[in-house]
Nanobody, 121 residues
Framework: QVQLVESGGGLVQAGGSLRLTCTAS????????MGWYRQAPGKQRELVAT???????NYADSVEGRFTISRDNTRNTVYLQMNSLKPEDTAVYYC???????????????WGQGTQVTVSS
């Protein structure tokens, strides 16, 4: 089992910044991926950004150049620095942790409870 604790959400004006943090604990395997997803009201959950334990990053087109994902492997923690926020970034942001098995970074995965990000116009 892996437990994920997220923090850093809140209310910010358009153009502002927020930093999300997610820390994993429990049965952590060293080869893993961590990421952020979001779900706005009435919409499906979507990928925001992911990063593997070897440093490979992936971003959604909608956040490329504005958001930066990073991680501290010694702390089992992933960060999402969000700059130039827009009202359309408003959503619940979820942290995801995945165990790498057989070429699949998300063979076994766990989700956090989510943290609300609200961007006012």
């Amino acid at each position: 089992q892996v437990q994920l604790v997220e923090s850093g959400g809140g209310l910010v004006q358009a153009g502002g910044s927020l930093r999300l943090t997610c820390t994993a604990s429990g049965s952590i395997f060293s080869i893993n991926a961590m990421g952020w997803y979001r779900q706005a009201p009435g919409k499906q959950r979507e990928l925001v950004a992911t990063i593997t334990s070897v440093g490979s990053r992936n971003y959604a087109d909608s956040v490329e150049g504005r958001f930066t994902i990073s991680r501290d492997n010694t702390r089992n923690t992933v960060y999402l620095q969000m700059n130039s926020l827009k009202p359309e970034d408003t959503a619940v942001y979820y942290c995801r942790w995945g165990r790498f098995v057989g070429g699949n970074w998300w063979q076994t995965d766990y989700w956090g409870q989510g943290t609300q990000v609200t961007v006012s116009s």
